[in-house]
T-cell receptor
Framework: DAGITQSPRHKVTETGTPVTLRCHQT?????MYWYRQDPGHGLRLIHY???????DKGEVSDGYSVSRSKTEDFLLTLESATSSQTSVYFC??????????FGAGTRLSVL | SQQGEEDPQALSIQEGENATMNCSYK?????LQWYRQNSGRGLVHLIL?????REKHSGRLRVTLDTSKKSSSLLITASRAADTASYFC????????????FGKGTKLTVNP
């Protein structure tokens, strides 16, 4: 998966607990993205980063925050998880022409 | 909101047949890309076509782009069982600041 590692791969948590998902890349790509994938909705952008400490909101950013303190790491935090955030989360990276390379995904269940 | 919409939502064909998937979008674009997703895996980039291009080939893949109709098609020739996957179009809108907007995908099943 193009030098991208997502962790954890699976997580079950309870409503109201904080959750952090990690995306780590070894490609030194400038751009990093977090998406969620849900049946009937396809892939939707949550947040993205265009450099260290430079981030911006995507289409479905409410309830999520991100941080990028190093080029290689992009963290997605659910401050207080809700059942509507049960989903599969994908990280992606890109460098040129916005061709994106995806991680294997994190399956998150919020009970 | 979704920029690209794929059609059909699902397609089932026999091995050796051609598969055609279509994508329509709403706003002006810089480029349009197609991705494949095997079950339980991340998306994989297949091909990119720029707004000033009309057709592009890569192996058994042929992509066309009609900017006047805001539509694209992906043709997979001589399909194989291994082509079974979901296929997504993604558009980079003009002034879109390095973001892609994905469609909901076409689920292709190739029967042996």
């Amino acid at each position: 998966d193009a030098g991208i590692t997502q962790s954890p791969r699976h997580k079950v948590t309870e409503t109201g607990t904080p959750v952090t998902l990690r995306c780590h890349q070894t490609e030194n790509h400038r751009y990093m993205y977090w998406y969620r994938q849900d049946p009937g909705h396809g892939l939707r952008l949550i947040h993205y980063s265009y450099g260290v400490k430079d981030t911006d909101k995507g289409e479905v950013s409410d309830g999520y925050s991100v941080s990028r303190s190093k080029t290689e790491d992009f963290l997605l935090t659910l401050e207080s998880a809700t059942s509507s955030q049960t989903s599969v989360y994908f990280c992606a990276i890109s460098e040129r022409e916005n061709i994106q390379y995806f991680g294997a995904g994190t399956r998150l269940s919020v009970l | 909101s979704q920029q690209g919409e794929e059609d059909p939502q699902a397609l089932s064909i026999q091995e050796g047949e051609n598969a055609t998937m279509n994508c329509s979008y709403k706003t002006s674009i810089n480029n349009l890309q197609w991705y494949r997703q095997n079950s339980g895996r991340g998306l994989v980039h297949l091909i990119l076509i720029r707004s000033n291009e009309r057709e592009k080939h890569s192996g058994r893949l042929r992509v066309t782009l009609d900017t006047s109709k805001k539509s694209s098609s992906l043709l997979i020739t001589a399909s194989r069982a291994a082509d079974t996957a979901s296929y997504f179009c993604a558009t980079e809108t003009q002034g879109g600041s390095e973001k892609l907007v994905f469609g909901k995908g076409t689920k292709l099943t190739v029967n042996p």
